[in-house]
């Protein structure tokens, strides 16, 4: 490239001396006055100062600066020349830049566009004066001033911030220290020295003359040994305008004079080793950068990798050079749901040679401001809220594995489908970009795909990746041999080489004789040629070529057209370009050239070669004989005069022809070669640019993401703002709304001033005691009603709560009132303090209690005779209870009675029936026979009948004895009682699964044995009986219809269904009543008491029994049972 054009692209300064920007906001001007007054004269700097200031108002910065120094003070002009020993202001309502030894002014934003001018500024010092820029931000409101110091620090300059407690206003120097950014923080009376003594060692690097250059290599490269001996890792192939801009800075700050004395600092403070590794690390990085490759990376590239793959397959993506982890955990959250669907699993490795970011980025928290460039959506789905920040779920880092790794020194991993590398190349020179991509073709699968940085190419390793999405800067693999080129041992180098080796040899052994005949007759019968890439390289020469291509002097290069001989380079040119444009094979026949002083004729023929995964071609020479004819003139018949004058006249027309034609070969051929060198500059001008750009890139990214974080803090802000003019207008309103209110209660309330007087009152107040507000504001409430209210213990307690910040509650105060009479009035007060300077105030609720008084003592005196009432009735009610329980014991009795005294005389008169119709059968008549069976069945039902009875009432007086009972047991135990009934009657009893329940065992036993025997006892006549038992745990739906029943608890609905005579279903409450009978005795026995019994034993288990039934259709009990008791 022409000189003139790469001083075009060049944006560094030729100042050498150092520029300090200054940014100051709230508070700023006493810091610049202290500032400026302790910088010498003779700093050999020059100070821009930016401030906040109002683009209403003139700003006359510039005379209150020039009281405070000597140093000459102006307003910055557009276009202004940058000099030493100056101080430069910026004017009112504009912006201010830097560029190539000037300031440039330009308008301020619109109000509603956000203005950082000290960013603005310090961003554009950075880029131009580089190391030689000085950025330091003195007090202010805000974070202005962070992101132009990130900038700053970035290209090796020198940042400091006034210290917090010398600071009026501390935000904007806090936002720096926050961020990791200051390198000193002083007060402003300080910093001036520390500049000086900051840039002695740039003054002295810049003033080396010649001769010294190499020393200061050699310190250079002594430095990058230490830390490849400390750290293992080397730095010499990294841009090393980088890292010695950053070593520069490290000199600086730790106010060493030049860099042989850095050099022993550093050999003698390991700490400052650790720190230099630390700073020569550049980590940048975010979520979800660069939206564009995300959506490429889900939609397209992720849908390629996984089609025709298993389901169980596992899909690995590597990334090295991770940082902190952000990257890494985007691409997971981006695949792994897609992934998931597809129940394939997903696994990511990431490595970083920096283990302080290997660990952040294991621990996976991030604060707010990081998460930037996370939506809602993913926020609320894959972190975790802490006290400290936002952590990643265990769902995500699970699959994430992170290392410690250097990828240009470290063996690879292997066999990966991903592998994003992005802005980590732009740091490493030509040789280790190869290096690095030649590893990284390795670790991929064969159709793995590389996504770099938006400033990376993979042009040193154009064999290796071919463009798969130019626009994402998304590469894939080439086909072939991967090679893993260690480059840190000569060992790793000949093991892999004799590694290859042998299978060059295993592979060749493979080779059948068919391939051998095969290659026989090609190089017997096929012509010479090669074959080339789409870049025109050659990559396999086939049979003799050398008439045809010589190798170029210098270093080695195949490609076609630079080895192609110059007499037959213009039409090859010409054939390769139409076979590229046509896509068809295309021939060029008969083409004379000399080679060793022979004329000899060739036909090339160039033909596209299809079903390759790139483009190349076969160039082959198809060498054509001379025509002996043409030579032999002897052969050749006489010719007349004429004839030979035609002849020759023809014959130097040929000649003139074909010299004009070799003129004008050499002609195109050097316009062609003035194009391809021509070709060649531009092309390294634009590989200069994009190296020369590409730190500016790295950097731009860093402010573009500082500044989303900004925008998003001010869209918070803003939106707070707006939240709190919101709750302003609320408080207004409640308030207008309380004052309403308070007019309208019909209470009296009044506010007093710290005297004692009336501030207001609402209207119910003046309403009561019927007072005028002209004469009642601020006049002593103690006076007011004629002193009604003069109290001293009422004064004490007012003078107190406004002491001690105490309350009354329900003072009472008896006084005569005028208008009113006697009155009793209750107090409550509680003090009020005021925030616009009013004082303190109380605020005090009356309420007039003599009608409550008065009732109260009537209730009072009604009371003592309520409690006389209530006193003879209870004397009554235990009477009652006295007689009941009487009346209890001689039931008691009678039940004893009962169970003894009259079973003993029921046997005998049933013994003796027994013993007449046995004994004196055939002495009685038939009369008496009847008679004696009528005593003998009566005395049965009465026997019957006195059992039913005892058991009742032991229902109804027994005691509670519940424990877990098994129902199923219950059952079959029943049914064995039932044995010889069941086997007369011909019954058929089927009970399923029946649970265990908290119950009295015996009360359980009789009910069941009281519903098996009554059907038993009610069976149809023709029909052999059949009962079924069956349960069900009710739903909560279905225990909603039984309001009476315990919601809480589980209940069990027993069914108990038989095929007997049933009955009419409008007898269905009635069964249940004790003594009660649907049939005559004569009919069916019993004395009904069975049913009456059963569904005492279920209420006194907390549940409920139903019947239905229809008549001569069998009948159906529904038993409802809980699992506990209450």
């Not at 073709?441 to 770099?452: D, R």
């Not at 009537?858 to 006389?868: A, D, M, Y």
Request: charged share 25%; glycine share 4%; with cysteine.
């Amino acid at each position: 490239m022409p000189k003139a054009n790469k001083d075009k692209i060049k944006i560094l300064s030729d100042n050498l001396f150092p520029v300090v920007g200054v940014g100051a906001s709230a508070g700023g001007l006493d810091a610049f006055q202290k500032l400026l007054h302790a910088i010498p004269e003779d700093s050999g700097m020059a100070y821009i100062l930016v401030q906040h200031l109002d683009p209403s108002h003139e700003s006359i910065l510039v005379s209150l600066l020039q009281k405070v120094t000597r140093i000459p003070v102006e307003e910055v002009i557009d276009n202004i020349k940058v000099e030493p020993d100056h101080i430069y202001i910026i004017p009112t309502n504009k912006l201010l830049t830097a560029t190539d030894g000037v300031l440039q002014l330009s308008a301020r934003p619109p109000k509603n566009y956000k203005n950082m001018p000290i960013d603005l500024f310090f961003t554009s010092l950075s880029d131009v004066h580089q190391a030689h820029a000085i950025g330091v931000v003195l007090s202010g409101n805000g974070s202005d001033g962070t992101l132009g110091l990130q900038a700053i620090k970035d290209k090796g300059g020198l940042t400091i911030v006034q210290d917090l407690d010398s600071a009026a206003n501390d935000s904007m120097p806090r936002s720096v220290i926050d961020a990791g950014l200051a390198d000193f923080s002083l007060s402003p009376e300080k910093i001036p020295q520390q500049l000086i003594e900051s840039m002695k060692d740039f003054k002295a690097v810049a003033m080396k003359p010649q001769t010294e250059e190499q020393l200061l290599e050699n310190k250079f490269r002594e430095i990058i040994s230490l830390m490849r001996v400390r750290k293992s890792v080397d730095f010499t192939y990294y841009k090393q305008t980088t890292i010695r801009r950053r070593i520069s800075r490290r000199i600086a700050i730790t106010q060493n004079n030049d860099i042989g004395e850095y050099l022993e600092y550093l050999r003698k403070k390991p700490e400052e080793q650790d720190i230099l590794y630390n700073d020569l690390l550049i980590s940048v990085t975010g979520f979800f950068r660069d939206p564009g490759i995300f959506k490429a990376l889900s939609e397209k590239l992720i849908t390629t990798i996984i089609k025709g793959r298993a389901k169980s397959d596992t899909v690995r993506i590597w990334v090295p050079g991770c940082s902190t982890g952000e990257e890494v955990y985007s691409i997971m959250m981006c695949l792994q749901p897609l992934l998931a669907k597809k129940s394939m699993h997903l696994q990511l490795f990431a490595t970083d040679i920096s283990e302080p970011v290997i660990k952040k980025a294991r621990a996976a928290l991030y604060s707010k401001k990081e998460l930037t460039g996370v939506s809602p959506v993913r926020l609320a789905k894959f972190f975790t809220k802490e006290s400290d920040g936002f952590r990643v779920n265990k769902i995500i880092r699970d699959n994430c594995i992170f290392a410690n790794h250097n990828y240009l020194k470290d063996p690879p991993f292997a066999r990966m489908d991903i592998i994003s590398c992005r802005n980590s190349l732009i740091y490493l020179q030509p040789t280790l970009q190869k290096k690095a991509l030649t590893t990284f073709h390795y670790a991929l699968k064969e159709n793995g795909f590389l996504i770099l940085g938006k400033s990376e190419t993979t042009a040193q390793a154009a064999d290796l990746f071919g463009s798969y999405d130019k626009t994402n800067k998304i590469y894939k693999r080439k086909p072939g041999s991967a090679k893993y080129l260690n480059l840190i041992t000569g060992r790793g180098v000949k093991d892999q080489a004799h590694h290859q080796s042998t299978e060059q040899k295993n592979d060749k052994g493979k080779e059948d004789y068919l391939k051998s005949a095969d290659e026989v007759l090609l190089r017997r019968f096929a012509p010479p040629g090669v074959t080339v890439n789409n870049d025109m390289e050659i990559v396999q020469f086939r049979g003799a070529t050398g008439v045809w291509l010589e190798s170029s002097p210098g270093k080695p290069n195949f490609n076609l057209l630079k080895m192609i001989r110059e007499e037959i380079a213009f039409e090859m040119r010409n054939l390769l370009h139409k076979a590229k444009k046509s896509g068809q094979g295309e021939l060029k026949e008969n083409i004379q050239f000399k080679f060793q002083g022979a004329v000899r004729m060739v036909t090339i023929e160039v033909i596209p070669l299809l079903n390759t995964s790139e483009n190349h071609w076969l160039v082959l020479f198809h060498e054509l004989a001379i025509d002996a004819g043409f030579r032999d003139q002897k052969n050749k018949k006489k010719l007349t005069g004429t004839q030979q004058s035609d002849l020759l006249s023809r014959d130097k027309r040929i000649m003139s022809l074909e010299k004009e034609l070799v003129k004008t070969r050499d002609d195109m051929r050097t316009i062609t070669e003035d194009q391809e060198a021509a070709n060649e500059e531009l092309q390294s001008a634009n590989e200069e640019l994009l190296s020369g750009s590409e730190e500016l890139q790295s950097l731009n990214e860093e402010l573009e993401t500082s500044k989303e974080e900004i925008q998003t803090t001010n869209e918070e802000l803003i939106t707070l703002n707006n939240e709190l003019v919101e709750r302003n207008e609320q408080l207004d309103h409640s308030r207008r709304y309380s004052d309403s209110i308070v007019s309208t209660l019909r209470e009296p309330l009044v506010i007093l001033n710290h005297r004692l007087a009336v501030r207001s009152a609402n209207r119910a107040f003046y309403n009561k005691f019927k007072l005028q507000e002209d004469n009642t504001l601020n006049v002593p409430f103690l006076d007011l009603s004629e002193k009604s209210w003069d109290s001293p213990a009422l004064k004490t307690m007012l003078e107190k709560l406004l002491r001690d910040k105490t309350s009354i509650e329900d003072f009472e105060i008896r006084k005569e009132f005028p208008g009113l009479g006697e009155r009793v009035m209750l107090l409550n007060a509680t003090r009020i303090v005021k925030t616009n300077g009013e004082g303190q105030s109380i605020l005090i609720a009356i309420e007039d209690v003599t009608l409550r008084k008065k009732a109260d003592a009537e209730l009072h005196h009604f009371s003592g005779e309520l409690e006389k009432l209530v006193a003879e009735r209870t004397l009554a009610l235990n009477d009652s209870i006295s007689d009941l329980r009487y009346s209890n014991k001689n039931l008691e009795q009678f039940a004893y009675i009962a169970s003894h005294d009259l079973q003993e005389p029921l046997r005998k008169i049933n013994t003796y029936s027994l013993m007449l119709q046995d004994g004196f059968a055939s002495d009685l008549p038939e009369s008496a026979k009847s008679l004696v069976t009528k005593i003998t069945s009566s005395s049965q039902r009465m026997s019957t009948l006195i059992k039913d009875v005892l058991n009742f009432s032991k229902i109804l007086h027994g005691e509670d004895a519940y424990q877990e009972t098994d129902l199923k047991a219950i059952v079959a135990r029943v049914v064995d009682d039932c044995e010889l009934l069941i086997m007369e009657k011909k019954a058929v009893i089927k009970f399923g699964s029946l649970p265990k329940i908290e119950a009295i065992p015996l009360q359980i036993n009789q009910l069941f044995y009281n519903l098996v025997s009554n059907s038993l006892k009610f069976a149809k006549k023709d029909t052999d009986p059949r009962i079924d038992i069956s349960c069900k745990k009710l739903t909560h739906a279905e225990l909603k219809k039984f309001k009476h029943l315990d919601q809480e608890l589980v209940y069990y609905d027993i069914l108990f269904k038989d095929n007997g005579i049933g009955f009419d279903q409008q007898y269905a409450d009635q069964i249940f009543l004790i003594f009660q009978r649907l049939h005559s005795s004569a009919q069916y026995s019993g004395t009904g008491i069975g049913l009456a019994l059963c569904k005492s034993i279920v209420i006194n288990h907390h549940g409920e029994i139903t019947g239905s039934s229809t008549s001569n259709k069998g009948a159906c009990f529904r038993i409802i049972l809980p699992v506990k008791q209450p």
